[in-house]
């Protein structure tokens, strides 16, 4: 048994699986079924090591928000160079979300968040989250400000 995560695409899955194997270490595209008119119909994409499928699909069946991929990084250099190749032609969202230009939703966060989150002390948290909500691009220094000075 394997468990994937499956995304329809109206008609740039080789187009997005591209894009996104370039963008995060330890990706590949392991597979294209491509249709008679050789488009791509399905393609297998790994994700630093994340089983993934795109597929075109067509119409009727848009992206949305509800679903995302998180990206998990330690610096700000990180979320800097991700935040802006991801938001080339998609949106930037609230706190560390964004859709790229396909419509997928990631969010790209610091692994350090986990931490200024979860800590003894509501008041430290409490800044953190106040912190965080006021962004869009997440940025560690300002998170770990709050979480400091609370």
């Not at 791509?40 to 075109?56: K, P, R, S």
């Not at 949305?64 to 998609?90: H, M, N, P, Y």
């Not at 986990?114 to 953190?128: C, E, R, Y």
Request: hydrophobic share 40%; proline share 5%; glycine share 8%.
């Amino acid at each position: 048994m394997s468990v994937n995560t499956f995304f329809w695409f109206d008609s740039a899955a080789e187009e997005a699986a591209t894009l996104y194997t370039s963008l995060l270490p330890n990706s590949r595209i392991t597979d294209v079924t491509r249709n008679a008119d050789g488009v791509a119909f399905v393609a297998t994409i790994e994700l630093d090591g994340q089983a993934i499928t795109l597929m075109n699909g067509g119409p009727g069946h848009p992206l949305t928000d509800a679903a995302s991929l998180q990206i998990v990084v330690e610096t700000q250099e990180e979320i800097d160079q991700l935040w802006d190749a991801l938001t080339d032609g998609g949106e930037p969202g609230p706190c560390g979300w964004l859709s790229d230009r396909f419509g997928l939703s990631w969010q790209v966060t610091p692994a350090a968040l986990q931490t200024l989150m979860s800590g003894d002390n509501p008041a430290k948290t409490i800044a953190v989250g106040t912190a965080l909500r006021s962004m869009s691009k997440l940025d560690i220094k300002s998170l770990q400000d709050a979480y400091d000075h609370a």
